[in-house]
C-alpha cells in the first residue's frame, strides 16, 4: 500500500514537472490527469478498507461460529459424562450393595457361629465337643444338632445360645435339633 501510494505521488510530481513548460491547455490536462489519479488513489484506499472490513466480519463470523459449536460440543460432551457417570454410579452402587450383603451374611457366620460355639463351651453343664452349630444365612438360623444326656441339658443348650445371639443383637433365631440320648 505505501509502495503504491509512493509511486502516485512520484506519478503526480512528475506531471506537475512536465506541465510546468506547457500549454495552458496541457496543464488544464496534466491537473484533470492529476485529480483523476488522486480520485482514483482514494477509491482504491476506499476498497480495500472496505475489503479488510468485509474480512474482518467474516473472520468474527466464523470465530462465532466456531465458539458456538465449541460450546454445543461442550454441552454434549458434559451431558454425555454425566449419563456415565451415573451409569457408572448405579452399576458401582449396586455391585457394592451386593458386595455389602454377601460381606454381611458371610460376616454373620463367621461371627455368630464361633460366639454361639463359646457360649456353650463356657456353660460347665454343657458337653459342647458333642454340639454342632450351623449358622444358615438363608433362613437366619443358628441350627444346633448333636447330642445331650438330658432333656434339661437340651433346653439349656437353647437358653445359653439364645442369650449368646441378643447379647449380638442378632436377628438370628435358635433351632435347636439336638437329641437326648437317654
Keep these: 500500500m505505501i509502495k503504491r ?3 502516485i505521488v512520484l506519478g503526480i ?9 506547457c500549454t495552458p ?4 490536462d496534466l491537473d484533470s490527469a492529476g485529480t483523476n489519479v488522486k480520485s482514483a488513489t482514494d477509491k482504491s484506499v476506499a476498497a480495500g478498507a472496505q475489503a479488510v472490513d468485509k474480512a474482518n466480519e467474516k473472520v468474527a463470523e466464523a470465530g462465532k461460529e466456531a465458539v458456538d459449536a465449541t460450546k454445543e460440543a461442550g454441552a454434549k460432551a458434559a451431558e454425555a459424562t454425566k449419563d456415565a457417570a ?5 452399576l458401582v452402587g449396586g455391585a457394592a450393595t451386593k458386595v455389602a450383603k454377601g460381606a454381611e451374611q458371610v460376616g454373620a457366620a463367621t461371627v455368630i457361629t464361633p460366639k ?3 457360649a456353650l463351651a463356657a456353660d460347665k453343664t454343657i458337653d459342647a465337643s458333642k454340639l454342632n452349630v450351623d449358622t444358615v ?6 441350627v444346633i444338632k448333636g447330642t445331650v444326656p438330658s ?3 437340651k433346653t439349656k443348650v437353647s437358653e445359653v445360645a439364645k442369650k449368646a445371639l441378643t447379647e449380638m443383637n442378632s436377628p438370628f433365631t435358635v433351632v435347636n435339633q439336638v437329641t437326648v440320648t437317654q
Design 5 to 7: 501510494q509512493g509511486w
Design 13 to 21: 510530481a512528475s506531471i506537475a514537472l512536465f506541465g510546468a513548460g
Design 25 to 28: 491547455d496541457a496543464r488544464q
Design 86 to 90: 451415573q451409569t457408572t454410579g448405579e
Design 116 to 118: 454361639v460355639k463359646t
Design 137 to 142: 444365612e438363608a433362613n437366619k438360623q443358628v
Design 151 to 153: 432333656a434339661a441339658i
